[in-house]
């Protein structure tokens, strides 16, 4: 199949097809057809699909590619093996795990299962959450397992660090007790188990002999690490933007593209530098702000879209009256030049920005659709029905058993849920296991005994049940058994409201009968293995693009790898985009970087028109502060541009911080070090 409709450089690169090759792919610079076009050339070249690995980062990215190639090689597109770098790492656990003394029956817990074993974690060892910053030491703790960093190591210096330094290991504890891996063990084991045991690696050398990688800009070290073992043959395309890396915050390296030159010498490295997507005005404002940023790969990105309208600036009073300019702008736009709602995209840097911006489109009756909404996962009763097949599968999951064990309610209260526990404890076993050794224990009335037997006796009758091409029919049988389906009608609500919830358990129902329709070797194990991996963190950044005429409201974040014909960039400014934590503290170098990137890639998602807006006052915790237009603004050209804001000087910061104190968290890790000492 000779390639079609590509330019020059990407000719060169569908038609490289020994050797290791590094693609640089400028925003809207075409990389998925060039990489769906290499895959398939290199299928007609004679390379059997099911040696051809194709790595993404989100599971849509995966599906797109999939369905982009099979187009052109027909059932032999089908047959690529196109996955997450955290699917490949399943298949890798699950047939080798046992080199690290773990059992391949292995769950992965989700986000909410994570945060509540952390929390168990720090109450084990006397710390209370409230005194700790929770969410900083997490992310301490998952870039330690994305550097590969082995529990019981010594993290850093500050207080953040040295709190995950303690915490680290006795999470780890938790997790294997619980037979179950989070996100980030699933590329730290993976690591481990290739780098210390060479066959496995070699294995996966002759499997997969030639190998591409998406959004390469985005790897972590752990990933870089698992590539480079896979990849030892050379035959490896990686595809990336240095421009565009904008998740150091999560691990992401952006060395590895000059780590990749290193360890595969004799690269060939083509530029794609034609962008199809944005006006010659929009591309030179971009490119402009970008180019301030040292120690980038140099791309000269060009296009053939005509000059366009000028970039447009707004400037309200505060965030509410930004958000009227806005709606008065596009709404005029509507009105005059007939745009659909949808066509235009409101971008901004955090999600607290999204509440003038409901609250004004609501008023004005303007149709919007906005990111990070309730997800059907997210329900409760979804959750819950979850929870009880998680247990169904492995009755040592005591995360996902506590959630469940008075859910519908028995008359299990929180002393006999503490009675089981210390059970447990003692005899090192899940509670599960506890729970029957407590039937008989005279400290529990009879009415509990009888009520904890029935769920034991269920729970083991059904969970071997659950498999095949119908499981979904003992799923459901299951709910009622336990009286599931009553206890939505008995809790407190308006009728209408239940039956949104029944219908959103029956249509968890029937999404596990369509997996089962479709899957080789149907089991409960497999799909919830399949459903963790579809909320990887990539993915949970990534929205699918909206399909109701209405406006799109998401962040910048969320954005990437979209594209709108019309964008507003709303808090173009300091400490909002360059982002601070804290209003009148200095930004650093490294920080400041990785915003310039963040707001290239904000920039480059506008493909006719992009207004970027700025609010004359704007309030934090710290209070009310009058803010500067970001230093990126002044980064484009005049010529490119319509400055239609004004220049303000930010007032002194007030004295009062209602935040905590790293007093109260210093006090924390005291706590916690004088806890540990004394056990």
């Not at 500050?158 to 007790?177: F, N």
């Not at 971009?286 to 980038?296: F, W």
């Not at 407190?492 to 039956?499: D, H, L, R, S, T």
């Not at 207004?611 to 990126?632: D, K, M, Q």
Request: glycine share 6%; proline share 6%; aromatic share 8%.
């Amino acid at each position: 199949m000779p390639p079609v409709n590509l330019n020059a450089p990407q000719k060169q690169a569908v038609e490289h097809l020994r050797g290791p090759l590094l693609i640089l792919a400028g925003a809207g610079s075409g990389k998925t057809r060039v990489i769906t076009h290499r895959a398939a050339r290199l299928i007609q070249s004679g390379v059997q699909p099911k040696n051809l690995l194709c790595v993404t980062f989100t599971n849509k990215a995966a599906r797109e590619m999939k369905e982009r190639v099979s187009e052109m090689c027909g059932e032999a597109g089908k047959a690529i093996p196109v996955m997450t770098f955290h699917a490949f790492c399943v298949r890798v656990l699950k047939k080798d795990i046992h080199h690290l003394g773990l059992s391949p029956a292995f769950t992965i817990c989700d986000s909410e299962d994570q945060r509540q074993l952390f929390y168990e974690t720090c109450r084990d060892i006397g710390v209370d959450i409230r005194e700790i910053p929770d969410d900083a030491i997490r992310s301490r703790i998952s870039l330690a397992k994305n550097e590969c960093i082995p529990p019981g190591t010594p993290l850093g210096d500050d207080l953040v660090s040295k709190m995950a330094t303690i915490i680290y290991p006795r999470y780890q504890a938790g997790l294997r007790r619980l037979n179950a891996l989070d996100f980030d063990d699933l590329l730290m084991l993976t690591t481990q188990i290739m780098e210390e045991h060479p066959e496995v690696a070699a294995r996966y050398q002759r499997q997969y002999k030639q190998i591409q990688v998406d959004e390469y800009q985005d790897t972590n070290a752990a990933q870089y690490r698992i590539l480079r073992q896979i990849a030892a043959h050379g035959n490896v395309a990686v595809v990336g933007d240095d421009d565009q890396s904008i998740y150091s915050w999560r691990g992401a390296d952006i060395t590895n593209i000059s780590k990749f030159l290193a360890d595969f010498p004799g690269a060939t490295v083509v530029k794609l530098e034609e962008n199809y997507r944005s006006t010659v005005s929009i591309l030179k404002a971009a490119n402009a702000v970008i180019a301030n940023n040292p120690e980038r790969t140099e791309k000269a990105l060009w296009s053939r879209l005509g000059q366009g309208a000028p970039l447009n600036t707004l400037q309200g009073e505060d965030p509410w009256d930004e958000a009227e300019k806005i709606a008065d702008d596009l709404g005029l736009r509507n009105l005059k030049e007939g745009i659909p709602w949808k066509r235009f995209a409101v971008l901004y840097r955090t999600h607290t920005q999204s509440r003038p911006l409901e609250e004004v489109f609501q008023r004005h009756q303007i149709p919007y659709q906005i990111s990070g909404k309730l997800d059907f996962y997210d329900r409760r009763e979804v959750k819950d029905v979850l929870a009880y097949l998680k247990v169904l599968n492995s009755p040592a999951d005591d995360l996902s058993f506590l959630r469940v064990i008075n859910y519908p309610k028995r008359g299990i209260g929180d002393q006999s849920v503490a009675l089981i526990k210390e059970l447990a404890l003692h005899a090192r076993e899940p509670i599960f296991e506890g729970m029957k050794r407590v039937l008989d224990h005279p400290k529990l009335k009879v009415e509990v005994r009888k009520e904890m037997a029935q769920l034991v006796q269920v729970i083991t009758q059904y969970g071997p049940a659950i498999q095949g091409p119908k499981m979904h029919e003992p799923i459901r049988e299951f709910l009622g058994v336990i009286d599931f389906w009553n206890e939505i009608e008995r809790e407190p609500g308006e009728a209408p409201a239940k039956q949104k919830r029944k219908e959103a358990v029956e249509q968890l129902i029937e999404s596990i009968g369509a997996y089962a329709k479709k899957a080789r070797k149907p089991s409960l194990s497999d799909y919830l293995m399949k459903l963790a991996l579809f909320f990887t963190k990539a993915d949970m950044e990534e929205e699918d693009e909206f399909e109701q005429n209405a406006v799109h409201l998401l962040t910048i974040h969320a954005s990437k790898g979209l594209e709108y014909p019309h964008v507003y960039l709303p808090g173009f400014e300091e400490y909002l985009l360059p982002f601070s934590r804290e209003v009148g503290v200095p930004i650093g170098e490294k920080a400041v970087q990785e915003e310039r990137r963040l707001a290239y890639v904000a920039m480059t998602r506008a493909q006719e028109t992009l207004c970027l807006t700025v609010s004359a006052s704007r309030r934090r915790a710290e209070g009310s502060y009058a803010p500067e237009p970001s230093r990126f603004l002044a980064e484009i050209p005049d010529e490119l541009i319509l400055r239609n804001y004004g220049t303000h000087i930010f007032t002194d910061k007030p004295a009062q911080d209602d935040g905590p104190t790293i007093d109260v968290a210093k006090l924390a890790l005291d706590k916690m070090r004088a806890r540990l000492a004394g056990g």
